[in-house]
């Protein structure tokens, strides 16, 4: 882990397309590294509330070509909450391939990736963006090392899985449906229930701001409801 992070740093350095002056819009075009951040009212991942207090949610990635590496994190107004992602993929197409490192517990040191005592989760994701035909999207999403365990077996994996399904129904609008094919990791966070569930289905608006004839701050709505904890949520985030 510590390679990989000497070595996404030094990509994007020697890269030479970070902007120390301001840049021209010629010279953004073109630069690989992308910053942003997300304020958001609350944070839902995959329908279970990490937290109620509004987060701020920066992400930091390097894309050449089809291969895309990144780091993404949050954070709660509170201090209460952490979490900070590594994650690289790869498209061809309508395809994605992609790796995900989580860690949201930070209650070991940050770099123990010990099968038994680890903090982080290693998720395998998969994903296709629909066509113009059609313009469903899917995507599969599996952890399968770290502390993602089986709750009557600790030393065995769960390989929790969460599968989601997003079709548009405008320019601005989509609707969304999330699932459990099997018991895990999201038994306890979904309400204790094994086997197949619907776990998160809402709907997700965009919209951008115009705050100048060259400026705007895109703005997002996600209205989601988790049937299995009978609980429902509406989150309001601006990116910037």
């Excluded at 075009?29 to 958001?40: L, Q």
């Excluded at 490192?101 to 629909?130: A, C, P, V």
């Excluded at 405008?170 to 979904?190: H, K, Q, R, V, W």
Aim: glycine share 10%.
């Amino acid at each position: 882990m510590k390679r990989l992070l000497a070595s996404f740093g030094m990509t994007m350095l020697a890269s030479g397309s970070y902007c120390i002056t301001p840049c021209n819009a010629d010279s953004l075009a073109k630069s690989p590294i992308s910053i942003t951040a997300d304020m958001m009212s609350s944070y839902v991942w995959r329908g279970v509330k990490a937290t109620s207090s509004p987060s701020i949610q920066p992400n930091l990635s390097f894309k050449k070509g089809s291969f895309e590496l990144g780091a993404w994190g949050s954070s709660d107004f509170t201090g209460s909450y952490k979490e900070v992602d590594f994650y690289t993929s790869y498209s061809y197409g309508n395809f994605k391939l992609g790796l995900t490192d989580y860690n949201w517990l930070f209650s070991k040191r940050y770099f123990n990736y010990r099968k038994g005592s680890t903090d982080h989760i290693l998720e395998g994701n998969f994903s296709y963006q629909g066509n113009s035909a059609f313009p469903l999207s899917i995507d599969l999403n599996t952890m399968f090392y770290g502390s993602d365990k089986k709750a009557t077996n600790p030393s065995k994996n769960a390989y929790s899985t969460y599968v989601e399904v997003r079709y548009p129904v405008g320019a601005d609008l989509n609707i969304f449906a999330g699932m459990t094919p099997a018991d895990g990791y999201y038994g306890d966070g979904y309400g204790k229930l094994g086997g197949f569930a619907v776990v998160n289905v809402g709907v997700a608006a965009t919209r951008k701001l115009k705050m100048t004839e060259s400026f705007s701050l895109p703005l997002k709505v996600t209205l989601g409801v988790n049937p299995q904890q009978e609980d429902v949520y509406l989150v309001f985030g601006i990116t910037f």
